[in-house]
């Protein structure tokens, strides 16, 4: 079930009481909670459906939460305007090409609980200049920096046994 609160819209599952960031075309700032009340029950948000920011051509800054554990592919695909991504502590997983295309992004902070950068994750990010990687992932996925043309250090964890 589709909900929409404050201008988000969240895909509900009723029997695990959790909800997902779903797909809407977002503009300006936006914070995701870490649960949502809907209909008198608690929803934890803890994911950010694929696509669900993608091409949201107005979209200047996220804020995720901290209940938010996985960010789906091409979440935040093409938002051309964003320039600003806070992550929440616990994020594990970030999907192939979630932030592909974001030209304006200039930085960004993996959470320290991410467990490998998957394929594609910023190709395109023309204006990335400073990307830090936890200490604990494993691997870096074909293409994830292809296109960041403005990209000049990245330091590679110990823990890297892999690279596409």
Request: hydrophobic letters at 45%; charged letters at 15%; glycine letters at 10%.
């Amino acid at each position: 079930m589709i909900v929409s609160i404050e201008g988000i819209n969240y895909e509900i599952s009723k029997s695990d009481r959790c909800a997902a960031v779903a797909n809407g075309n977002y503009s300006g700032m936006v914070t995701i909670p870490d649960s949502i009340m809907h209909e008198g029950v608690c929803y934890n948000v803890t994911a950010i459906a694929p696509e669900a920011f993608a091409c949201s051509m107005a979209l200047q800054g996220v804020v995720i939460g901290n209940e938010v554990r996985a960010i789906g592919a091409a979440a935040f695909k093409a938002c051309s305007s964003l320039v600003h991504v806070q992550q929440g502590c616990h994020v594990m997983l970030m999907g192939h090409e979630a932030f592909a295309g974001c030209s304006s992004l200039e930085q960004m902070e993996l959470p320290e609980l991410l467990v490998s950068v998957e394929a594609s994750l910023f190709d395109g990010c023309s204006s990335l200049a400073t990307v830090t990687l936890p200490d604990g992932i494993d691997g870096i996925g074909e293409y994830a920096f292809c296109g960041c043309c403005s990209l000049v250090e990245i330091n590679i964890p110990s823990s890297v046994t892999h690279i596409g």
